[in-house]
């Protein structure tokens, strides 16, 4: 994962959702509809500077930018830094989680997956969302210089591969949602 | 860091449990301080509310 780039530029990446701000509402809506109630126990995975978490009411973020765990504290959130690969959390802690935007920057996804298949309770909810590869969002950001630092390195999956991802980790896929190359799918611990 | 959080908490590298020092607290939480793992010989900080349990290589010594 692209740690530096988001340790480095914390503040350019919080202030794309403000430039961004019909599409990043656009995404947190989505989410919301798969991730109705996240309770006590919810958790998101890549928290960021907690633009989702926040407004989604998940009380606590693992992220590895110190940086950008200072700003999704600010909005409330209870940080750990972490990596997905290797999380801090007991067996069976948590009651759902979500994961947005963070499969493109891991190196592999499947010790991320089994990680959260370890961490969540028995039929717990993982909701991840990701930009397709070569959707619309994908062909969008190539060329644009804010984002592109950031999606320089990313690896994008499509909505087939995630899913074959998910089942082989043993998770169970309830639901996908792909809008114009923004993917979004709620899956169960089996 | 909420005191609440550490039940969930473990190393980040072989699950076990992680011991708390608390070198400052105030009314909310732990700002500053360590959460040892004894079977890592592993040290994670607790810096400006944040436990930092990236994987990390044994402490020497």
């Known amino acids: 994962m692209p740690e530096d780039v988001f340790e480095r530029y914390a503040k350019e990446y919080d202030h794309w959702f403000e430039e961004h701000r019909e599409e990043y509402h656009a995404e947190l809506a989505r989410i919301r509809r798969l991730l109705p109630n996240p309770d006590s126990r919810a958790i998101e995975v890549g928290a960021g500077s907690g633009r989702f978490a926040a407004p989604l009411g998940i009380p606590l973020g693992i992220e590895p930018s110190h940086s950008l765990g200072l700003m999704a504290r600010q909005r409330g959130i209870g940080v750990i830094r972490g990596r997905a690969e290797s999380i801090p959390i007991r067996d069976e802690s948590c009651s759902s989680v979500l994961m947005v935007t963070v499969i493109c920057f891991l190196d592999d996804p499947v010790p991320a997956f089994c990680e959260l298949h370890r961490i969540l309770i028995p039929d717990g909810t993982f909701v991840i969302g990701f930009i397709e590869r070569d959707g619309q969002i994908a062909r969008k950001y190539k060329p644009e210089e804010g984002k592109r630092r950031f999606l320089s390195c990313a690896r994008f999956y499509t909505p087939e591969e995630v899913r074959a991802l998910l089942v082989k980790t043993g998770f169970r896929v309830d639901c996908t949602e792909s809008v114009t190359g923004f993917c979004v799918i709620a899956a169960r611990k089996d | ?61």
């Open chain 2, 1 to 61: 860091m909420k005191r609440s959080l550490l039940p969930i908490l473990c190393c980040p590298v072989c699950k076990g449990d992680l011991e708390l020092r608390v070198a400052r607290e105030n009314e909310e939480e732990i700002v500053e301080g360590t959460l040892e793992c004894r079977a890592c010989n592993v040290s994670y900080p607790i810096e400006e509310g944040i436990p930092d349990l990236l994987p990390r290589e044994p402490d020497k010594g």
